[in-house]
C-alpha cells in the first residue's frame, strides 16, 4: 500500500494550502462576526482551480479524484470551517446530477457550476433529518411534470444558489420508496428562500429555509426514476462524506497547531506549558487523533478512486474526524485556559465551528448504525 502523494497531489495541496493561508485565513474571524460569506473567495477559488475538481472534464470539470477533493478540503477547513464548507457545498449538489443525471441534465447543469454558478441540496426538513424517510414535501404528479409543495431546512447556500436538488415524496405511502429527486430552478415560481439562520458556528456558511409553493418542475427535471431519491442521496454520501470527513481533519489540524503554538510560548510555574506532562499529554493525543482521522479519511477516499465500495469506510472516516474535531476543541480552550475563552483567540471559533459536525451530512449516531449494519 502506497501512503505517499503524487506530485501532482502535493501540488494541488501545497495551491490550497497557500490559498487557505493567505486568502482566507485573515478574514476568518471577521467573516464569522458578521455572519456573511466572502463572495471574492468563492471567485478566486474557482479561478485557481479548487472548485468544482471532481466534475468530468467533458463538462468543464478538472476530472480529478476524491483524494484531490480530500486534500483541498482540508486546506480550505484549516482556516475557516465555515468558508471552507462553503466553498465545498456544490460538490454535494453536483453528485445526485453526476450519478443520475441524464447526458442533457449533465450538459446544462454541472457546465452552469464550472461556468461559476452555486448550488444547493436540499434534502433535510424541519422533522426529518437522520429519518430521510420522514420527508413531508410532496412532489404531485401533474401535466408535463410535478408540484411541488413543502419546506426544507438548513440548506447550505440556499440565499446564493442558482438551482436546488431537491427531494420529495412522489407516494407518500411508500416510504423511502416513494422518495424522489429533482432540479428546480432558483427562480422558479413558488419557490422562495428565508434570510440565513443564525447559528451557533459555522456563521460565514449560509444556511437558509426553502419554501416550496406548488413549484412546478417539468418532467425533464426530474433525476432518474420515481422512487430512486434515497437511493441516489444514499451514493451521494458515500461520496461526499470522505470531503466531510476532511472538513474535520483540517480543523483537528489546526487546532494542533494553535496549542502546540501557543503551550510552546506560554509560561506557567517557571516553565513553558509544553514542558508540563499534563499539556504534553493533550498534545500527544491531538497529533494522534489527527493522524487517525487522516488515515481513514484518505483510506474512503481512496477507496472510492479505486471503484470499491466505501460506505463503511465513509461512515467511520466522518464520525471519527467529527468527534474527534469536537474533542480536539475542547481540548483546545483547556490548553489555552481562560484566554481560549476569549473572542481575542481563534480558540472558541474553532469550538463553535466543529460541533455542527457531528450533527449534518449524517449525525454521529447514524454513522454508527451504518457501520454496524455493514459488520453484519
Same mark, same amino acid.
Given at each position: 500500500?502506497?501512503?505517499?502523494?503524487?506530485?501532482?497531489? #502535493?501540488?494541488?495541496?501545497?495551491?490550497?494550502?497557500?490559498?487557505?493561508? #493567505?486568502?482566507?485565513?485573515?478574514?476568518?474571524?471577521?467573516?464569522?462576526?458578521?455572519? +456573511?460569506?466572502?463572495?471574492?473567495?468563492?471567485?478566486?477559488?474557482?479561478?485557481?482551480?479548487?472548485?468544482?475538481?471532481? @466534475?468530468? +472534464?467533458?463538462?468543464?470539470?478538472?476530472?480529478?479524484?476524491?483524494?484531490?477533493l480530500v486534500l483541498i478540503t482540508e486546506a480550505l477547513c484549516h482556516a475557516c470551517l465555515g468558508i471552507g464548507a462553503a466553498l465545498c457545498i456544490n460538490t454535494l449538489a453536483a453528485e445526485p446530477i453526476v450519478i443520475a443525471g441524464t447526458h442533457e +441534465?449533465?450538459? #446544462?447543469? @454541472?457546465?452552469?457550476?464550472?461556468?461559476?454558478?452555486?448550488?444547493?441540496?436540499a434534502l433535510t426538513e424541519p422533522s426529518a433529518g437522520s429519518d430521510v424517510a420522514s420527508i413531508k414535501t410532496k412532489a404531485e404528479k401533474v401535466s408535463g411534470g410535478y408540484r411541488l409543495t413543502g419546506g426544507?431546512?438548513?440548506?447550505?447556500?440556499?440565499?446564493?444558489?442558482?438551482?436546488?436538488?431537491v427531494f420529495a415524496k412522489t407516494d407518500a405511502q411508500a416510504g423511502h420508496k416513494g422518495l424522489s429527486a429533482f432540479i428546480v430552478e432558483a427562480d422558479s415560481e413558488g419557490l422562495s428562500v428565508g434570510t440565513p439562520l443564525p447559528k451557533m458556528g459555522q456563521k460565514a456558511a449560509p444556511t437558509c429555509e426553502v419554501f416550496l409553493d406548488?413549484?412546478?418542475?417539468?418532467?425533464?427535471?426530474?433525476?432518474?426514476?420515481?422512487?430512486?431519491?434515497?437511493s441516489i442521496a444514499m451514493k451521494v454520501f458515500d461520496r461526499t462524506r470522505p470531503m466531510v470527513a476532511a472538513f474535520g481533519v483540517g480543523l483537528i489540524q489546526r487546532c494542533f497547531d494553535?496549542?502546540?503554538?501557543?503551550?510552546? +510560548?506560554?509560561?506557567?510555574?517557571?516553565?513553558?506549558?509544553?514542558?508540563?506532562?499534563?499539556?504534553a499529554? #493533550? @498534545?500527544?493525543?491531538?497529533? @494522534?487523533?489527527?493522524?487517525?482521522?487522516?488515515?481513514?479519511?484518505y483510506q474512503s477516499a481512496w477507496r472510492l478512486d479505486c471503484g470499491l465500495n466505501n460506505t463503511l469506510e465513509a461512515s467511520m472516516a466522518k464520525v471519527n474526524a467529527a468527534d474527534s474535531a469536537m474533542w480536539a476543541a475542547t481540548e483546545t480552550i483547556q490548553i489555552f485556559g481562560g484566554m481560549g475563552y476569549s473572542t481575542e483567540y481563534p480558540a472558541e471559533k474553532l469550538?463553535?465551528?466543529?460541533?455542527?459536525?457531528?450533527?449534518?451530512?449524517?449525525t454521529s449516531e447514524i454513522q454508527r448504525n451504518i457501520i454496524a449494519s455493514e459488520l453484519i
Open positions: 500500500m502506497q501512503f505517499e502523494l503524487t506530485e501532482e497531489q #502535493k501540488q494541488i495541496q501545497a495551491l490550497a494550502q497557500q490559498f487557505s493561508k #493567505k486568502e482566507i485565513q485573515g478574514i476568518a474571524s471577521q467573516a464569522d462576526k458578521a455572519a +456573511q460569506f466572502p463572495m471574492h473567495i468563492y471567485s478566486d477559488a474557482f479561478s485557481l482551480g479548487l472548485l468544482n475538481s471532481v @466534475l468530468p +472534464q467533458q463538462y468543464g470539470g478538472a476530472g480529478l479524484g476524491c483524494m484531490e +441534465q449533465k450538459e #446544462k447543469y @454541472l457546465k452552469r457550476l464550472t461556468s461559476g454558478a452555486m448550488a444547493s441540496f426544507k431546512i438548513w440548506i447550505s447556500n440556499a440565499n446564493m444558489a442558482e438551482f436546488f436538488v406548488g413549484v412546478f418542475v417539468p418532467d425533464s427535471q426530474l433525476l432518474g426514476e420515481e422512487g430512486s431519491g434515497f494553535e496549542s502546540l503554538a501557543y503551550a510552546s +510560548q506560554r509560561q506557567s510555574m517557571g516553565k513553558s506549558l509544553m514542558s508540563h506532562q499534563a499539556i499529554h #493533550k @498534545l500527544a493525543d491531538m497529533r @494522534l487523533r489527527l493522524e487517525a482521522a487522516r488515515l481513514l479519511t469550538f463553535r465551528d466543529a460541533k455542527v459536525l457531528q450533527i449534518y451530512e449524517g
